[in-house]
Structures are given as structure tokens and as C-alpha cells.
């Protein structure tokens, strides 16, 4: 069940919102917070119930691990620090199984000539965001020391349903406290005005937007030798748009979710595509996921004073540790080691204080992240080395340019609809604020509210054909 469907806005929502509502006049937050678990779970199970109980015994030893760390952090502080680093261990040992065992095994086989087994894993739906909850809420209970919160607060916080599959990745201290509130699931006019305008807005760049490009982009990717030059860009385009809408969309609605029950969630995107340079790009695309590399990788390497070297190295090792979150595949160590190189080159001409001209910088910024969107899309380095054959071979296959334009001419017109929708992806992606900022300043305007719901209309006429976000595969 996904925020963009007929199940979870017709059904699932209100009757969540529903209940709630009564629960409140109970003016107990106990059982409001039960309810909301409760559905949480159920909204879980719905993709496939045999992960339920994984994901509430997961959670259940994390808090039992945080529980003992607190307990022992001034009686015994040894100990305190071998839970933490058994709760460590075990949140990314079972990451890592789950994700990267049969690549490991596979890679073996390869290179070392053994012959084990491949298991048959299935990979628990939105482990690779829930378990970077777990890791933050351990990491941060042992380095303040501080009260440790309700296990009903706990377990909120890890499974509340607008966050739970696919982010934004907030930090425990971010939530708790909110739940923690008195002011925690309070109706706000405001909030619930500014959650409808910004969950129409996101259910319409995935809907809309986002999901015929997919079509069109994966379409390509299944078999990217039959496509030439205007084949392989419109793909390229296509998915670099496609992942944004899709990606960013989904983070809007997720906030807005949140918004109703009166939970502030973090901002994940902030126009990233108007960045000048890499590092302002990882400033403002998957924002969270971001920060928690930086507090827990990044930091951990490099402290402010140390030498270009050695930020060089921790930019890396971040990099490619994000390449393997996203998945396992050789080409998501290099989309990695690409975009730590590409960060590290940004970081050296700040120190220089080298600047280049503003639409130079947007324009080199963007050719990377489009280099960059073909590694991470392609199913191997091999695809993704033909892929970048044929954009940088515009002849290649025709006897000249008049050849060249009259293919490309053709192509646009039998491919109207996605060139389109490509162009208007485009505008809206440079030529507007994002959907938070507009929403921020424009929450009480009735004009963008009809706007607002044109586009939910919009994209109840296409929800029949909506496909999974993309970032669920993560």
C-alpha cells in the first residue's frame, strides 16, 4: 500500500484519521499513541505480513540494548560501551545480511573460485531506514546519557507510519521529543491546511509526473542496446527527473502525514537540481540520509582541523558506504566513489576559493549528477559504460548530421508525450520553489489551494497505473 492509492487515501487514511479523532476526546495520549502504532504495524504488514514480526522483534532488542547502555552508563561504563557496540554490531550485521550476504557470496564465487550457495533473502520492506533509526537511537542514548523515553514512545517513533518504508530518516531526538509533547497530537488548522496542499503536491509529482517518465526510462534500461543517441538521453533525463519527483514526492507526502497528527518531520529535498557544486547538490538531495552519514561516518573520520587529506579520505569512505546502502552491485560503489570525487573536487576549490561563473557551475553540477544518474540506474558498470557510449556519440549510426536531425526530429515527434513531460518536469524543477516553500508561504491562499486540489484530482484519474516508489528497491 503506497501514500499515492486508492487504498491508502480512501481507506486507510481516514479511518486512521478517524479514529484518532475519537480516541482524542478520550484525552488519554497513551491509547492515542497505541492507536497509532497499531495502524503503523498494519499499514507494515500490508506489503507483506511475515516481516511484522522481524520488524517488532528488531525493534524490541534495540530498546532493550538502550535500556542497558543508560543503566550501566555511570555504574559501569565498559559495559555500557560493549551494548553499544553489540547494538551496533547487530543492526548492521542484519542489515548486511539481508542486503549484501549473496553479494558477498556471488563475488567469492567470481573471483575467488569457491562455489557456495546463493540464499534465497528476501529483504524485509524499509529495513534500510528503520534500522538507521535503531542505530541513531542507540548512538545518541549513549553519548547523552539522558532519560531513556517510554516503550510505547520508542516504538512510535520507530514505526510511525509516514516515515516507516522509506524515510525521511529522523533522529530520535527530532520525534521524541515531539511525542514526548503535550502539544503532540493536537488538531493545528494550520498543520492540516498546510498537509493537504503539500500531500497533493507530492501525490502529483509521483503520480503524475514521476511514474510515466519511470515507464519510459525503464522501458530503455531492459534493453539499452536496441536505443541510440536521443534514445539513451531521453532515458538519462527521464530517470534523473523521474527519481527527484518520485523521491521528493514521496517526502512531501510523508511530511504531510505527519503534519495532521501535528509530528514535524525534516525537509528532505530543497531543489537540488539549482545546486552550483557537488557539495551544496548532498546538501539538498536525500537531506537526512545525508546528515546521518556526516554524524556517523564522516565525523568519526575527520576532525575540523585535520588536513585535506584526511577530509579527502572520510568523503570517500561516506561515499562509498551510501553507494553500498542504496544496494548491492559493484555500480553503487562507483556511483559512490564518483560522487565522493565529485564532492572532494567541489571542497578543493572552495578552500582554493576558486568560483566559476554561476550558470557554468549549475551547468557542470548537473552534467555530473546526469554522469552520476546513469551509474546508479544501470544494472552493472558494463550497461552503464554502453549507456555512456551512445550519449556522448551523437553520429554514431548515421551518414551525417542531416541524418542525425532529421532521426532526432522524428524521435521528438513519436515521442511527443515524454519529451513533454520532460520539458515541464524541467521548468517546475528550475523554474519554481519546492513544494515545502510554497506550501510555508502560501498555506492560507485560497487560490493555491484550489491549485492544490486541481493536482490531488489530477492524480486520482491515474492512480489505476501507479507503480511503487523507487527508493522502496532500497
Known sequence: MVFSSYEFIFFFLPVVVLGYALLRLTKKELIIKLWLIAASLYFYSFANIRFLPFLIGFALLSYVVGVGILHFKKKKPVLSRVLLVAGLVFNVGTLFFYKYFNFLLDNMNRYAGTDFTLLSIIVPLGISFYTFHMISYIINLYKSGERRYSLVDYFLYITFFPYLIMGPITRHEELLTQIDEKTAFKFDKRNIAMALMLFAMGCAKKVVLADPLITHAQWFYSNP?????????????????????????YGNMACALALIFNIKTPINFKSPYKARNFSEFWRRWNITLSQFLNDHIFKSIYKFGDRFGKMTIAVIVTFVVSGLWHGEGWHFIVWGLMNGLFVTMSNFMTIKRWRLPYFLAWLLTFAGILIARVMFDAINIGQALNIYGALIKPLDGFAGWGDFLTYGINY???????????????IITFGFKSADEIVEKHSGNWKWALICGALLTLSFFRMGAVSNFLYFQF
Not at 236 to 241: A, D, E, M, P, W
Not at 412 to 426: D, G, R
Open 412 to 426: 521528438i515527434a513519436s515521442n511527443m508525450y515524454i519529451c513533454v513531460m520532460i520539458l515541464i518536469c524541467a
Open 225 to 249: 542496446e536496441a536505443g541510440g543517441f536521443f534514445e539513451s538521453w531521453s532515458a538519462t533525463l527521464s530517470y534523473t527527473f523521474a527519481y527527484y519527483f518520485d523521491f521528493s514526492g
